[in-house]
């Protein structure tokens, strides 16, 4: 990555993403630019340097950010209407902690409306043209901060991941995303979707960037009481697991065979860098899915209903008295997904239907923990596809829902047992379009996932 | 089990989300597909097993009971809202 110092000028790095970000204005990966502040603080950093004072661990570093992080330049929407004109009264924990650094945020990026969906196509201002193929998606929900890394605007961006929302659209553009063990970023000042499930992490284009960028954001925060105590290391430790599980339940049937032909290659790799690849089948993961499509949306139900036209956001002009405020307001402000989500959500939570859906997902959750345990005596890391096929056409899959769901069928496991999963480059497919293989380990071991995919990528 | 349309109407109630007539039957047929794909959790036996609401098990967390400066002011925030008047939000009549 390169950082500001007495040959590099922060104002350079910083103009120089600005131009590439309107260079490719056309994919859309930003929802509003922070031109004018970023090479305020460039200049700033400049001269810091100039008289030879101490300057951050980022400094000068431009970064896109996911519009759904709160902080006070400019306005922060979620990508929803209910936001449009949302300027932040308070900034995000993982903001400050790049800023603190130096780090120079120079635009907020695109995702799905309150980061639900898996293609930023579910965005209120439009969706995002893949890097590879701009005919196809972008992935999602953080798919804006994945395009501008991947098109070179920057070298890293914040993202969120709920499901998949960082791995999906790594893995869709070719390049390194990490989600954490819950935990690990504070959430504080994020606009919250799934709290149970919701974790801030990142994208770059290898894993030592990504393991700056996450050294500087973790650790325990006051402001959000799920935060662990900081166990992120400044270098990457040596990477000496040796033991890898190939998940088979995710390579076969409903698999795209160019997906599973990828997946296999890096398996291949990973050998030839000395490590020990076996099969493994965990039967539990094939109901990760419908687990996750009970426990999510009764989660968005919950942290959505403060959206209510009456203390911030939008208030809708229909409104004749306080019920119509609410309804009109929540049926203007929120994408059809964002609704769909909160009726399944209070479905499974109403009276008569919550022991059937809510707590025997609830229940069922304990499984899937437990199957990982249990796997995780057996190998050290897991490894399977990202998800079941490449960047999708637009339009493919937006009348369907559940086939939009389906995209998150081998990254929302993960997420309920609040393991770290990181999504590395593995490959491209016969028509050019990238593909990621997904590392997963025990809660904790994030950077050992990290530092096997740079020995690998070194060892190829 | 299947949605029908009372439980759409119902659903939305219970969201304070207003829906137009024309579009509850396609919504329904949604809900529909999505509870019925969920439904699969029937095949497997949870008897006995304790529900997992938050992965790290974490029981209270508590700080010192203590005042703290919030970073935003009371102005900043009341100027989010729409309608505001001697500090204090308005809405509409509720009765």
Known sequence: MKIADQKTKAVDLVREALEKAKQYEDYHCFISMNEARAIEKAREIDERIAKGEKVGRLAGVPYALKDNYLSPEGVTTAAAKMLDNFPAPITATAVKRLEDEGAIMIGRTNLDAYAQGSSTENSFFGPTKNAADPTRVAGGSSGGSAVAVALGIVEFALGSDTGGSIRQPASFNGIYGIKPTYGTVSRYGVVAMASSTDTMGCFAQNADDINLVMDVMAGKDDKDSTTLEKFWKDQLPAAKEKKIGLITDFMGDGVDPEVVRCVNEYAEKMKKAGYTVEEISIPMLKYGLAIYYIVQPAEVASNLSRYDGVRYGLRSAKAHDLDSLYQETRNEGFMPENQRRILIGNFVLSSGYFDAYYLKAQKARTLLIRAYKEAFEKVDVLLCPVAPAPAFKFGEKTDDPLAMYMEDVMSVPQSLAGIPSISVPAGKTKDNLPVGAQLCAWRGNDQMLLSIAKHVEEKD | ?95
């Open chain 2, 1 to 95: 089990m299947s949605i029908t349309r009372e439980d759409v109407l119902h659903l939305a109630t219970l969201s304070n989300i207003s829906i137009a007539e024309d579009e509850i039957e396609p919504l329904q047929a949604k809900l529909d597909d999505i509870v019925g794909y969920i439904s699969q959790l029937d095949e497997l036996d949870t008897e006995g097993v304790e529900p997992t609401y938050q992965c790290f098990d974490m029981k209270n967390v508590w700080r010192a009971d203590e005042i703290t400066e919030f970073e935003a002011k009371r102005d900043d925030l009341l100027a989010l809202t729409t309608e505001c008047e001697d500090h204090q939000i308005k809405v509409p009549k509720v009765l």
